[in-house]
């Protein structure tokens, strides 16, 4: 029997993509690159929440886990976007003093 797996995801893929799209518009400095780092930051700070159906994760949750999701990805997102920008600018500065 095979099976199709390509249904199966983790579950914050989603909202994390769709919050650093969403949030892009404050870090205009931040390259497609820098995007792409904070989104493996992000995900690498939250729980592995693997589902086929997206839907069958949100039905069964309660009013509390929803809002302990909200409160580890605003989390997990300033971390990461904190993150990459000191990275970024240590990265930045290192490169000014050796092209000096």
Do not use: W
Request: hydrophobic content about 50%.
């Amino acid at each position: 029997m095979i099976s199709n797996f390509e249904q199966v995801h983790n579950y914050y893929e989603r909202l994390v993509f769709e919050e650093i799209v969403r949030r892009s518009a404050q870090y205009v400095d931040f390259t497609a690159d820098m995007l792409v780092d904070v989104a493996c930051v992000a995900l690498n700070r939250l729980p592995a929440r693997y589902v086929r159906h997206d839907v069958d994760l949100v039905f069964y949750l309660t009013e509390q886990e929803r809002h302990a999701i909200e409160l580890s990805m605003e989390s997990a997102m300033d971390y990461a976007f904190a993150f990459v920008g000191h990275r970024s600018a240590k990265g930045a500065a290192a490169a000014a003093v050796a092209a000096d």
